[in-house]
């Protein structure tokens, strides 16, 4: 392990309610780590996994953080390399918290530092986007983006992949918990419903563009009225148990907003200060704990910095 | 007219591609003013248009300015004032730039301005839009708000009249021409499908996301981009002959983006400098000019100061 390479990348939150498949934003914690290090024989290869209960595959092509890797070498021209990888899982996965993508993110990264990084971080964005595929069988970049690069993330166009970190302004504050319920991902994209109303479209439209004026402005009101779903979360609320009473257990807290992380069961509250957001947590976690339902609770900052080198 | 006001308010164009019922910008010219001077008799009186020919009301209650000015007075509390107004219509009116809420806008700063100014300028909005709501019959403030405050402004919600200015980088100009051929505000809305795809609405919210994170940067690039109009135009496109054509015109002159004004027949491009949006306004009239088709051509920098006392 002389010379291995140690990358975290961060858990993040997609959607955040008025931006579905374009909006998301990364946690402090918690995250994947991968160990990248030079190996005798030829190739990559994933010689380690913890964390993730034996449900994790070796295979590269099944893999997040292997395909991502893979395409990555593929592209710069050293698929001989030797190379093996250890991925170590700090997260769950199911959460709707990005672990895919977090391993994703920290395989590319950790392959092109301990190449000498032959690209420029943002330059390793569309590889982790393919790995994230495998996971999740869309070629979307809400979790993954953030992830690799943290701040709060607008992706234009995920074909694209234009993708632009917006102000955060500062105390931007989040809680976010985990109930242990299974959600699908797959699952929740088959439940939506292929149409929207028109005036549904102007409504959510309205709230995506206050949410991004409030945070351009540090206009934390603008972005309380903001973050109202009017799409998305009246369609998937139903996936996660006692939804309805944590939201209103956060807002009676004082959260700016609270809604489904991604595809969920995670449920996420963006408050303007880290009391509120450890009231607003405290609060959602009483609400599983009452209903003994086992959860986790993450509080966090905006991590500005996305995947780092340890 | 001793204590008389004169005031000026400009055309507008909504929706701006990318901000179906939300987004309005002001342009410097055209666009309508009115005066208002007490006279002995009580009450609101319209005692001159011109520029309408003869197509516009003077009762107060079928007038966009009259009505507009009444709802201000009544709200004030000086329905027994004697005030006469005058109109006088310096822009076209069914041409998609926000003729009616000008005529709306400059009503309720007239009569405000004439009586000491009780309110706000920004007060006068809710006003302003019950004018407008006389010719167009819908609540919004799509042309109103940046008519009456300048800018380019959103419209959160227009039920709230949630209404912000947002970041206009300099060097954004704007060639508008208006074809005169009739498009009934009315059937343009009328022939919206009420449904949109939820694919269409992804896109959608991310150019215009794009949009505004292109205004606040000062991201021309990102602007083009983002001026991609996936639910509107492809359905209004039809109602004005060769639309593609004066589009195509605009976008090769190098415009940012093209799209119609409001619900047209009025076609607006932005550009990110007065030179572009020259060439670009010269093409679009070629095309109009070609099909015999009168055509009148404004070009103007984002007006940050709306409604004016002259």
């Given at each position: 392990m002389g010379s291995g390479i140690k990358v975290f990348a961060?858990?993040?939150?997609?959607?955040?309610?008025?931006?579905y498949d374009i909006l998301g934003f990364a946690l402090e914690k918690p995250g994947d780590e991968i160990i990248a290090s030079f190996k005798d024989s030829p190739g990559l290869e994933i010689t380690k996994i913890t964390g993730a209960g034996g449900k994790l595959p070796y295979?590269?092509?099944?893999?997040?953080?292997?395909?991502?890797?893979?395409?990555?070498?593929?592209?710069?021209?050293?698929?001989?390399?030797?190379?093996?990888?250890?991925?170590?899982?700090?997260?769950?996965?199911?959460?709707?918290?990005?672990?895919?993508?977090?391993?994703?993110?920290?395989?590319?990264?950790?392959?092109?530092?301990?190449?000498?990084?032959?690209?420029?971080?943002?330059?390793?964005l569309p590889f982790a986007v393919l790995g994230e595929q495998i996971a999740d069988g869309a070629y979307h970049a809400d979790n993954v983006a953030p992830s690799l690069l943290g701040g709060i993330v607008l992706i234009r166009s995920n074909t694209d992949l234009d993708v632009h970190r917006l102000h955060v302004p500062k105390g931007l504050y989040v809680a976010v918990i985990y109930p242990e319920v299974e959600v699908l991902t797959r699952e929740a994209r088959s439940i939506?419903?292929?149409?929207?109303?028109?005036?549904?479209?102007?409504?959510?439209s309205g709230n995506l563009a206050g949410f991004i004026v409030g945070l351009y402005n540090a206009d934390f009101d603008l972005i309380r009225r903001s973050l109202e779903d009017v799409v998305i979360e009246p369609q998937r609320a139903r996936l996660i148990p006692?939804?309805?009473?944590?939201?209103?257990?956060?807002?009676?807290a004082g959260a700016l907003g609270c809604s489904i992380s991604g595809a969920g069961p995670s449920i996420f509250a963006l408050c303007d200060n880290t009391l509120t957001a450890e009231a607003a947590g405290k609060n959602m976690q009483e609400v599983f704990d009452r209903q003994k339902i086992k959860n986790q609770l993450f509080l966090?900052?905006?991590?500005?910095?996305g995947a780092v080198l340890l």
């Open positions: 961060p858990a993040s939150v997609a959607n955040v309610a008025v931006g295979e590269l092509d099944r893999n997040t953080a292997g395909f991502a890797a893979k395409k990555l070498l593929e592209h710069i021209g050293e698929t001989d390399r030797g190379i093996a990888m250890e991925i170590h899982k700090k997260m769950p996965f199911g959460s709707g918290l990005g672990s895919s993508a977090a391993s994703a993110a920290a395989g590319v990264m950790a392959v092109n530092e301990l190449l000498g990084r032959p690209l420029e971080k943002s330059q390793l939506l419903s292929k149409q929207v109303d028109l005036d549904q479209l102007i409504r959510q006692h939804f309805y009473e944590v939201k209103e257990a956060a807002l009676n966090s900052a905006i991590n500005q910095e």
